[in-house]
């Protein structure tokens, strides 16, 4: 079949409002910019932030101008009258202002992965279910052209049933991006597997269609464990774009990197989902190349992603249906996706849109707060497994009552804290 080409879809319209959405932000650091795509006249407004360091009220007064309410205790933003925050606060700090403002009745986004431990995630999810607040999570690659390009090949019979998925995460810049402040410390992250790894995870159970039950991993701290060149003082305010550089290569060119450095930098994780696919997850940072690529196997045929669109040039997906054959690098079906405009290929602006959408009106969403608990619990297991040996770990299910309640898309959730109008 001839190459075909897909442009990426544009985030969907928001449904007229009446008034303005009132948006908080609670950590203004490395994700603040996603927030920033919130601002649309109109149709909703950064008011307030929090930040517990000065350089991060800084920042939030030049993102979101000098008439946003600015404090240093996330608590202070409910006099703000917000009706929903984004939580971009580090990993392990999203507990806290999640539980929070569920309680007050305000709806919240959370950036992934949702927590990094899983009694935490449970407890977001039930709190939402019990106080019916609208809860959203950030898995911005269910909204990548080149996945959503992939899940409507599958969708469309493309390869048959899917049987297998396999991912390969080549993470060039992993050094900069991970080693050089606290995603190296397995308190701040539980593990790469399960920070870095949320996002990968996610997308294979939506392409399989299913969620990883049982897990076995391997995995090491192959290259930067030996580096010698560690940064003696406090960290303080930096973030990764003060340090980061392309033009250092190798790995152990690197220089000031985290003090404590105890999470692999290089693992392998096979899984059995809930519906018998298998799966195959690898990850590594040190390689010289960024990017994903995803394999879906079926029982009519397979397909697999060159170039993520994250950076590069425009991915392919190949399609290989139509008979058995030697390797065909054309493949029977070739489709070029261009990605929209912004970051992550136009993905940041579509889950923000989705967001605000539901914030407005509910109803369903492309994302899925049990999903984004599934790949907080998958990576877990996984990572359990690689430090003790590679055994098999179960992964435990949710609540059946707290999953309904999310499969039925939060209905019967509240709205805007001050009602639409």
């Known amino acids: 079949m001839p190459d075909q080409s897909e442009q990426s879809p544009k985030a969907a319209q928001l449904p007229s409002l009446t008034r303005e959405l009132r948006i908080g932000v609670v950590g203004v650091g490395q994700r603040a910019?996603?927030?920033?795509?919130?601002?649309?006249?109109?149709?909703?407004?950064?008011?307030?932030?929090?930040?517990?360091?000065?350089?991060?009220?800084?920042?939030a007064r030049k993102l979101f101008g000098d008439g946003?309410?600015?404090h240093e205790r996330y608590e202070d933003m409910l006099?703000?009258?917000?009706?929903?925050?984004?939580?971009?606060?580090?990993d392990d700090t999203h507990t806290a202002p999640v539980l929070f403002f569920l309680g007050a009745g305000v709806a919240v986004f959370v950036e992934k992965p949702l927590a990094i431990?899983?009694?935490?995630?449970?407890?977001?999810?039930?709190t939402a279910a019990d106080t019916r607040t609208r809860l959203y999570v950030g898995h911005n690659l269910r909204h990548l052209p080149v996945l959503r390009r992939m899940r409507r090949l599958i969708d469309d019979g493309a390869i048959g049933t899917v049987r297998a998925v396999w991912c390969r995460h080549f993470v060039g810049h992993g050094g900069d991006y991970?080693?050089?402040?606290?995603?190296?410390?397995?308190?701040?992250?539980?593990?790469?597997?399960?920070?870095?790894?949320?996002?990968?995870?996610?997308?294979?159970?939506w392409l399989a269609g299913g969620c990883s039950r049982t897990v076995t991993a391997l995995g090491d701290l192959s290259v930067y464990g030996d580096n010698p060149h560690r940064r003696t003082d406090p960290q303080g305010s930096e973030r990764v774009q003060d340090w980061f550089d392309t033009g250092v290569w190798p790995p152990s060119a690197l220089r000031d990197l985290n003090p404590v450095i105890d999470v692999e930098d290089i693992s392998m994780m096979l899984t059995r989902l809930d519906n018998g696919v298998l799966a195959s997850y690898q990850q590594c940072h040190f390689t010289p190349d960024y990017w994903r690529n995803y394999t879906v196997i079926g029982d009519e045929g397979r397909m697999e992603n060159l170039g993520d669109g994250i950076g590069?040039?425009?991915?392919?997906?190949?399609?290989?249906?139509?008979?058995r054959s030697g390797y065909r690098p054309e493949g029977d079906l070739s489709v070029t996706v261009t990605d929209g405009a912004g970051q992550h290929g136009g993905a940041d602006e579509a889950i923000v849109t989705e967001f605000l959408r539901f914030v407005a009106h509910g109803g369903a969403t492309d994302t899925s707060p049990v999903a984004a608990r599934e790949a907080v619990a998958a990576g877990l297991a996984a990572t359990r497994s690689l430090r003790s040996g590679g055994g098999p770990v179960e992964v435990p299910a949710l609540d059946t009552r707290v999953a309904d309640y999310f499969a039925r898309h939060q209905s019967g959730s509240r709205g805007p804290a001050r009602a639409v109008g």
């Open 33 to 59: 910019t996603l927030a920033l795509l919130a601002g649309r006249p109109g149709t909703a407004r950064v008011v307030s932030c929090a930040d517990p360091a000065e350089r991060g009220r800084e920042d």
């Open 117 to 126: 431990e899983l009694a935490d995630c449970d407890r977001m999810l039930t």
């Open 312 to 323: 590069g040039a425009e991915p392919v997906v190949k399609v290989w249906n139509s008979g």
């Open 79 to 90: 006099a703000d009258d917000v009706d929903a925050v984004f939580v971009l606060t580090p």
């Open 68 to 70: 946003v309410h600015v």
């Open 178 to 205: 991970y080693f050089k402040d606290w995603h190296a410390e397995r308190a701040r992250t539980g593990g790469l597997l399960l920070q870095k790894g949320a996002h990968d995870l996610d997308a294979i159970h």
